[in-house]
């Protein structure tokens, strides 16, 4: 069975430029988390959705930060405008609902979108 | 809420060293705890997990860790270190029945050397 896919893998822009991560969780997922990782502040949780909706947005840093899930396939992390601050790794991962067959307490982690504002 | 904290953001071993990273965590009820490696420009992989059945829990690549209640640890060992186990380790706490709120450390970079 696939992972969790990400893209792109890589990103370099410009300060004031739209970013678009994307993420296509584990299929049959009931959950799907997005994480920033940095250096000064380790792995932040931004937002999560459960069954397509989001639960918490929270963590999300600003307005400039939004989030969608169209479809239990398919969701992404949108910046804008962007800056130099946003430069960060950001996973995308998914999991189970509790009490669902095969359910483990486990994230799934996709390989990361590392993003570059310059 | 709970939370981890992870004893040393760096360790260096010799290859063939006992590798030992060390957790604590906190929670108001009995957890679920994890640790998870994450190799350079990848994402996070599980190492293994404990779910409140056996203490000694064992994972890939050889390591292992275990749930001490007393001590509210789950430090992760393995006996020989090889240079492919550098990477940055992470240890993670959710509870049970929502895996919603999983708190990971700040991480632990293992360096291996020659």
């Known amino acids: 069975d696939a992972g969790v896919i990400q893209s792109p893998r890589h990103e370099v822009t410009e300060m004031g430029q739209e970013v678009t991560l994307r993420c296509k969780p584990i299929s049959g997922h009931d959950y799907l988390f997005w994480y920033r990782q940095t250096m000064m502040r380790g792995l932040e949780l931004l937002i999560y959705?459960?069954?397509?909706?989001?639960?918490?947005d929270s963590g999300m840093p600003e307005d400039r930060f939004s989030a969608k899930m169209p479809n239990a396939s398919f969701s992404t992390l949108k910046i804008q405008p962007s800056e130099p601050r946003d430069s960060a790794v950001y996973f995308c991962?998914?999991?189970?609902?509790?009490?669902?067959?095969?359910?483990?307490?486990?994230?799934?982690f996709g390989e990361g979108s590392r993003l570059t504002v310059l | 809420a709970q939370s981890v904290t992870q004893l040393g953001s760096h360790v260096s071993v010799s290859e063939g060293a006992l590798v030992l990273l060390r957790c604590n965590y906190s929670s108001s009820v009995p957890p679920y705890l994890f640790w998870y490696v994450q190799y350079p420009n990848q994402g996070l992989q599980l190492l293994l997990k404990y779910t409140s059945a056996a203490t000694l829990v064992k994972g890939i690549n050889g390591f292992e860790a275990e749930f001490k209640k007393s001590e509210t640890s789950f430090h992760l060992t393995k006996p020989s270190a090889h240079m492919s186990d550098a990477a940055e380790y992470f240890c993670?706490?959710?509870?049970?029945?929502?895996?919603?709120?999983?708190?990971f450390g700040a991480g632990t970079r293992l360096t291996v050397k020659p």
């Open positions: 993670a706490v959710s509870v049970p029945w929502n895996n919603n709120d999983m708190r």
């Open positions: 959705f459960n069954n397509n909706v989001p639960i918490d």
């Open positions: 991962a998914s999991s189970l609902e509790p009490g669902r067959d095969g359910f483990t307490g486990e994230l799934f």
